[in-house]
C-alpha cells in the first residue's frame, strides 16, 4: 500500500502492535471525551483534557471518540508541544490540540460541536496514523490571525478605516499601525496587566500582516481587478474621530469607499490540519471557518479525502484561510475533494504537486548533496532507502535518467546528502533537480463549489489520473492552472491525464492572478520551449464558460496533447471589460492541441470560428 | 558534584561510559580539524568539517581540538540543527557551528583563530559535556544582529542619519526603513536573484529592531542621561541626498550630531555560548566581538569560570553582543570571572539568579501545576524527581517552607505537573511562587574592567557567598544591582554573604537604570515592605568611588545587614550634575546598615558627615 515509504510505515506497524497487545484487556470501542474532564458551554479549557483522551484512545484501540454536541475552547497553555515542518507553511515548535501520532483506525466524531482555539495554536496535526477520520464539527479562532476594516473615506496616498472590535490593534510610539492578541486595555497598571502585556508583546507576531488586498463588500469576494499591496508589519497611521477610526499612509493605496481591506497574515504558521506521512485520512462534514495558514495541509500522505466540508468564515469575517484551503504535496493513492464548499480563503482552494531539489554538490560518482530550495519546503524529508528518484535538467525540465537510493542522511532542513546504488547518470550536474519517482496520487474532484477567495481556484500537478467533474468556479484568478517548475517554486507537476468536465466556470478570471480560465503553464527556460512538453494528455469537455470579456477561456504553453470540446462558451456583463484581452485561446509551444467546431459561443459579436481560433499570444 | 541533577547527569555518565570503552583502540589525544577538510583564509564554509572533528573527537576520546591561527567562515546551511530552550535568550531550532552535546574532558584551542559567522546562526551549544575548555580564539559575525547609524542632522520629530555600508537596509513601498542581511543589488533579476531574495526576506527577521539608542561618539559609551526610545521594526523613512543617508520620523526622536544611532536588535537567538546542564566549563582567551543575544549564557551549570576573555566590539562598530555580556542561571558550584573585559554590549556585563515559577493550579494535596512566567524562560525545565523547593508567599518574597519532589511532569513549555514525596504546606496557594533549593552558586568576580555597555554592570543574586574584588566599573546605570521578584521577571534572587571590595567605580549611574552607584532592591509588595528582608549580610570595603553629582552610591531597600567601610567617594566633573538627586545613601525598611565614619568623602561642598548620613528617599 505504501511501497516507498517502507521504513517510516514499518515503525508505525510496530508501534500500533505494541500499543494493542499490551493494551487489549481495556479496550474500549467509543470514548467520550467528557469522560476526561472536557467541557462544554463553559468557557473551560478542553486541551488537556483531549489530549487524555487520545491518549486513552490510542492506548485502549478505541475506534470512536466523540464530543456531546456544543462549543468547546481550546487554549494553548497545556497543549502538546512537538517540533512539526509543514511543507507550504511555517515550520516550527506547535502547540497541537489534538496531536494525532501513531493512531490507527480511529474516527473523530464532533456531533455538530463547534471547536473555537485561542491563540497561536494548532488544531490538528496528524503524523505517521492511519484511517482516520473526522466528521461533524467546526472549528474557528476567537480572534482571527488576520485583520480586516472598513475603507470610510480615500486620499491621495491615503485611506480612512474602521476598524471593528474583534482585531485589536494600537498605533505605535513611531505611528505604525499593528494588530495585537488583545486590547491594550489599562496600559498604566503593572503587574498582572504588565505580564499579559508582555506574552500580548510576545504574541504579537501572531497578528502581523505582510500586504493588503480590498475585498467587494457586496460580492464578497476580492475586488475587480485589484491587486495585494505590500505593506510589510506597519503601515503609517494616525488615529481619526470616531471609536476605532485610522488613517492608513501608503503610497499605492486606493480603494472604495464600504469596501473592506484585508490584512493578510505574515506568517502561516497555524494551518487547521496538518496531515504527514499517514494514510486513510478523511473529513467529512467539517467546517473550517478559520485558519493561520492553509485549511488542510496533506503531505507524504497516501488516500486523503475532503468531502462535505466547508472552508467558509465565520459570521463578521470576510475570510477565512489565510492561505490555501486545501494542499498535497507528494501524496499518494488517491486525493479526493468531493462536495466541498472552498470560499473566501486567502488562496488557492487546492493545490496538488510533488517538490524537486536541486543538487547542490556532487560528492563522488554515487553520492550527491541536494537542497530544498523554498523556505517553506525546509525539513521536508522525502528521500528514503529503496526511493527511486527521477533526474531532471532544471531549464527544460525534462527527465533524463532515474537513480534508486542506497542511503540517505539529512545534513540539515536543507541539505540532504543521498548515496544511489549504482553510479548515476554522468549527465547529473550541480543545479539539476531531482524529485521522487512515487505512485502519483489520483485525483478526483467532484461537486465543489470554488468562489470568492483570492488567487486561483485549483493548482493541478499530479502525474496520476485527475479528474475535475461537475463543480462550480468563480475564481478571481485561473480557475485550474497546470503548471510545475524548478526554479523558483520548486514544484513538480507535470500532468499525465487529465478530465476536466461538467463543470460550469463562472466569470473566473477578473483579476490577473494567472493568465487564463483554464492555463496550462510551466517554468522552462526560453532555450527550450520549442523541444520541451511537460503537461500532456488533457481533455476538457462538456463545460460552461461564462466570460465577461475576451481573456483566455484558454491559455497553453509546453503542452502534448490536449482537446477542448462540447463546451459552451457564454458572454456575461458581470464585469468591466478589459480592452487588454482578445483573444480566447492562446495556444504556445503545445502539439496536438484541438480546438473543436462543437464548441458552442455564445452573446459575442465575433463569430464562432473567430472566437475558436487560437492565437498565439496573450 | 552534581547533586540535585541525578536524572540528567547519571545518563550523561552513561553515554561517557559507552563511548570511551568502544573506542579505546582508535584513541587520539589531539585533532586537528585541517584533517576533516577545514580550510583557513579562503572564505570557505568551515561547519561540516567542525562538526564532523567534534565528532570524530567524541569518538576516540580526543582531549584537545585544536585550529590553526587564521580565518574561519562558517555558514548556516550545513549546520546541525537542534531545539534549544535557553533562558532570558529566544528559543528554537537552532543551526549549531558547534553542537557539544555529551562530551567529556575536551579542550577547543584557537591557536589564535577567528571565527566569522554568516547570518542566522548559533556559534556554540554546549549541552550536558564535562571539562570543556575554550581558548585562544574570537567569534564575530559578518553582518551583526543589530545595526548603526550616525547622526547627520536632528530636527522636530526626525534625524536625519547615514547608514554605513556593513548594516544593508532598504525603505519599503510603505516608507519604512528595515534592515536585512544583504543590499538588494539587482532588485529585477530573476531566477538565482529571485531566490536570493526570497530568502532574505526571510531572514530579515534576523535583522528587526525595536528601539534605538544613541552612543556618544567620543567616549564610546551610551550618551548621558540617554533613554532607549521604542520605535517598532520599522521607523517611517525617507531617503536623502547623499548615499546610503536616511530620515527617519519618531515624535520622541532626538539626538547629538556626529553621535552614533543603535537599533537594538529585536531577538535574542543568538547568543554567542550557551552553556546548559554542563560542568566545569571554562573560557580562557576567547573574544566575543558581537552575539545576537548574550555572550555567554550558563544554564543548569555547575563550575563555569570565563577568564581573560573579552566582550568588545570590532572595528568600525559601537556595539558588541546585543544583549548581556555573561548570565547564569539557576548555577551550582563556582561562577567566576576573573580578568575580563566586558565592554559595548547592549545589556549588563553580568546576571546571575535563579528562577522563580508560580503556583497555576492545585489538583490535590500533593499535587501542583507550576507555571514559567516569562517567555523568556519557557521551556526552562528545572523540577527533578528528589529536588528540594522553596514555597514563597510572592508578595512577600518571603519563604514559608520546603517540600520534596517525587516526579515532575512536563505539560508544555509553560507549565509542569510536580507530585511532592509529602503533602505540601497547607498555606501553598495559587500565585505563590516556587524556586529550587540548590547548591547556590559561590561567585567571584575579580579583576574585570566593565564599562560603556547599555544598562547595569552586574547584577548579582546567588545565594552562595559572594566575591567582587579588584574589579572597574563604568557602567551607565548602577555598577552593581541585588535584587530578585516573584511578579515581572521572576528572578530569584536573595543574597546571603557578599564582598565588595578593592574596586573603582568611575561615573556610574550618568543614566537612570538603577537607583543607585550600588543598589539592593527587591519586588516586595508594600504591605510587606515593614517586615520582609530579601537581602542579608553585605560588606563594602576599601572601594574608591568617583562620582559626579549626588546621585545615590548606595541604595538599600529590604536589607538586612550591610556594612560600608573605608570608601573613599571623589567628587569628578565628568558630567554634568543632576539637580534631583541630593543624597549619596539612601535606606529604606532594612536593619543593620552601617555607614562607617571611616569613609572618606573629597571633593564634595558639604561636610563629610552630612554627605554620609543616609536619607530615606531617593
Given at each position: ?75 494553548g497553555d ?17 502547540r ?22 485561542h491563540g497561536g495554536i ?21 480572534r482571527?490571525f ?22 485589536p ?9 499593528k494588530f495585537q492578541a488583545k ?13 499579559e502585556r508582555r506574552k500580548a508583546s510576545v504574541n504579537e507576531v501572531n497578528y502581523q ?60 504558521s ?22 493561520g ?326
Open positions: 500500500m505504501l511501497k516507498n515509504k517502507r521504513n517510516r510505515f514499518a515503525q508505525l506497524a510496530f508501534a500500533f502492535g505494541c500499543a494493542i497487545s499490551s493494551q487489549v484487556l481495556m479496550a474500549k470501542a467509543v470514548i467520550n471525551v467528557n469522560e476526561f474532564g472536557v467541557q462544554s458551554n463553559n468557557g473551560s479549557d478542553s486541551t488537556y483534557g483531549v489530549f487524555e483522551a487520545i491518549k486513552a484512545a490510542k492506548a485502549q484501540g478505541a475506534t470512536k471518540l466523540i464530543f456531546d454536541k456544543g462549543r468547546y475552547d481550546f487554549y497545556r497543549a502538546t508541544e512537538k517540533l512539526v515542518y509543514i511543507s507550504n507553511n511555517d515550520p516550527g515548535i506547535k497541537i490540540v489534538f496531536p494525532l501520532e501513531g493512531i490507527k483506525d480511529l474516527e473523530i466524531d464532533g456531533q455538530g460541536a463547534e471547536f473555537i482555539f494548532n488544531p490538528f496535526v496528524i503524523d505517521q496514523s492511519q484511517q482516520l477520520t473526522f466528521r461533524n464539527f467546526s472549528i474557528d479562532f476567537e482571527s488576520h485583520s480586516e476594516a472598513t475603507v470610510l473615506a480615500v486620499g491621495k496616498g491615503y485611506v480612512d478605516l474602521h476598524i471593528p472590535a474583534q482585531f490593534y494600537k498605533i505605535t510610539d513611531a505611528g505604525l499601525l486590547a491594550d486595555d489599562q496600559p498604566n497598571k503593572i503587574t498582572i496587566e504588565k505580564l500582516y505582510k500586504r493588503v488586498l480590498e475585498f467587494d463588500v457586496n460580492k464578497r469576494e476580492p475586488a475587480y481587478q485589484k491587486k495585494d499591496i505590500s505593506t510589510g508589519n506597519g503601515l503609517p497611521a494616525k488615529k481619526l474621530a470616531g471609536e476605532r477610526n485610522v488613517r492608513v499612509f501608503h503610497p499605492k493605496i486606493n480603494a472604495t469607499v464600504g469596501n473592506v481591506l484585508v490584512f493578510q497574515f505574515k506568517h502561516r497555524f494551518p487547521g490540519f496538518v496531515i504527514s506521512d499517514s494514510a486513510d485520512v478523511t473529513l467529512d462534514n467539517v467546517t473550517i471557518h478559520h485558519a495558514g492553509m485549511g488542510v495541509l496533506a503531505q507524504r500522505s497516501h488516500n486523503v479525502t475532503v468531502q462535505n466540508s466547508k472552508v467558509t468564515p465565520s459570521a463578521g469575517r470576510m475570510v477565512s484561510a489565510t492561505a490555501d484551503a486545501t494542499h498535497f504535496v507528494n501524496c499518494t493513492g488517491k486525493v479526493q475533494l468531493i462536495n466541498n464548499l472552498f470560499e473566501n480563503q486567502k488562496d488557492d482552494a487546492t493545490n496538488i504537486h510533488g517538490i524537486y531539489v536541486a543538487v547542490d554538490k556532487i560528492l563522488d560518482d554515487k553520492t550527491i548533496e541536494v537542497r530544498l530550495q523554498h523556505p517553506q519546503q525546509y525539513g521536508f524529508d522525502f528521500i528514503d532507502a529503496g526511493d527511486t528518484l527521477e533526474l531532471v535538467h532544471a531549464p527544460s525540465m525534462s527527465t533524463y535518467n532515474t537513480a534508486k537510493v542506497a542511503s540517505s542522511q539529512r545534513i540539515s532542513n536543507e541539505i540532504t546528502r543521498v548515496v544511489f546504488e549504482a553510479p548515476f547518470d554522468t549527465r547529473l550536474q550541480a543545479g539539476d533537480s531531482i524529485a521522487e519517482v512515487r505512485d502519483y496520487a489520483q485525483v478526483l474532484i467532484k461537486g465543489n463549489i470554488i468562489r470568492r477567495n483570492r488567487a486561483r481556484g485549483m493548482l493541478l500537478n499530479s502525474r496520476g489520473k485527475t479528474i475535475v467533474e461537475d463543480n462550480y468556479f468563480h475564481a478571481p484568478g485561473s480557475a485550474i492552472l497546470f503548471e510545475g517548475d524548478a526554479n523558483f517554486w520548486y514544484e513538480q507537476g507535470g500532468i499525465s491525464h487529465a478530465i476536466i468536465r461538467n463543470n460550469v466556470f463562472e466569470n473566473n478570471f477578473y483579476t490577473e492572478w494567472g493568465r487564463g480560465v483554464i492555463a496550462v503553464a510551466a517554468g522552462i527556460d526560453e532555450k527550450y520551449q520549442e523541444s520541451s512538453r511537460y503537461n500532456h494528455n488533457i481533455l476538457i469537455e462538456n463545460n460552461l464558460f461564462k466570460v465577461f470579456d475576451h481573456a483566455p477561456v484558454l491559455n497553453l504553453f509546453s503542452v502534448s496533447g490536449l482537446t477542448f470540446k462540447n463546451n459552451t462558451i457564454e458572454k456575461t456583463n458581470a464585469y468591466p471589460e478589459r480592452a487588454k484581452f482578445n483573444s480566447l485561446f492562446v495556444v504556445n509551444h503545445s502539439n496536438n492541441v484541438s480546438i473543436e467546431a462543437n464548441n458552442k459561443v455564445i452573446g459575442f459579436n465575433q463569430s464562432q470560428k473567430q472566437l475558436l481560433t487560437p492565437t498565439n499570444k496573450l
